[in-house]
T-cell receptor, first 112, second 109 residues
């Protein structure tokens, strides 16, 4: 069966520091991969998605970036975090665009 | 433009039935998902509708009417653990997934 791992679960970072969140999927090949952010009490905001290695589509212009160095690995990065980057970050995978997305446990990021 | 509407919050009693509505206006339609999200946790997939009608899965059922741009999630025999947010998401014609803001369901004993 397929599983998705996302870490760390919580992270506290100072403003201006770099960020790297990692997500890996097991049990499937060539999945669609997604990064979302959810502000407290709000809906899901799609940040990036990828349909293959090295293929990244950005939905929201900001100081975050994503990379997919391997088929089942998706990384969210920032060179310099802003206070507004605080939130709940979720990685998800799907077999195709018409199949349900399955989420990792999420990373709660607090910027001080 | 694309839009999904859900009530912000609903309250129901343990053991009762509740219906959470979702209306959508999108560019094309390729399916609709319902997800459950407990506070502080990730969303989990509940149901998928692509054809009109009712899909039943245990205590949860989901209904779709494509001509009306309308879906509902029906929860029967409510339990305290059903207290969560319920998210409606629509696959548009270009296969982009549009998420609703979610309905927070509060279950009272």
């Amino acid at each position: 069966s397929q599983t998705i791992h996302q870490w760390p679960a919580t992270l506290v970072q100072p403003v201006g520091s770099p960020l790297s969140l990692e997500c890996t999927v097991e049990g499937t090949s060539n999945p669609n991969l997604y990064w979302y952010r959810q502000a407290a009490g709000r809906g899901l905001q799609l940040l990036f998605y990828s349909v293959g290695i090295g293929q990244i589509s950005s939905e929201v212009p900001q100081n975050l970036s994503a990379s997919r160095p391997q088929d089942r690995q998706f990384i969210l990065s920032s060179k310099k975090l802003l206070l507004s980057d605080s939130g709940f970050y979720l990685c998800a995978w799907a077999g195709t665009e018409s199949q349900p997305q399955h989420f990792g446990d999420g990373t709660r990021l607090s910027i001080l | 433009g694309q839009n999904i509407d859900q009530p912000t919050e609903m309250t129901a009693t343990e053991g009762a039935i509740v219906q959470i509505n979702c209306t959508y206006q999108t560019s094309g339609f390729n399916g609709l998902f319902w997800y459950q999200q407990h506070a502080g946790e990730a969303p989990t997939f509940l149901s998928y509708n692509v054809l009109d009608g009712l899909e039943e899965k245990g205590r949860f059922s989901s209904f779709l009417s494509r001509s009306k741009g309308y879906s509902y999630l029906l929860l029967k025999e409510l339990q305290m653990k059903d207290s969560a947010s319920y998210l409606c998401a629509v696959i548009e014609g270009n296969y982009q997934l549009i998420w609703g803001a979610g309905t927070k369901l509060i279950i009272k004993p």
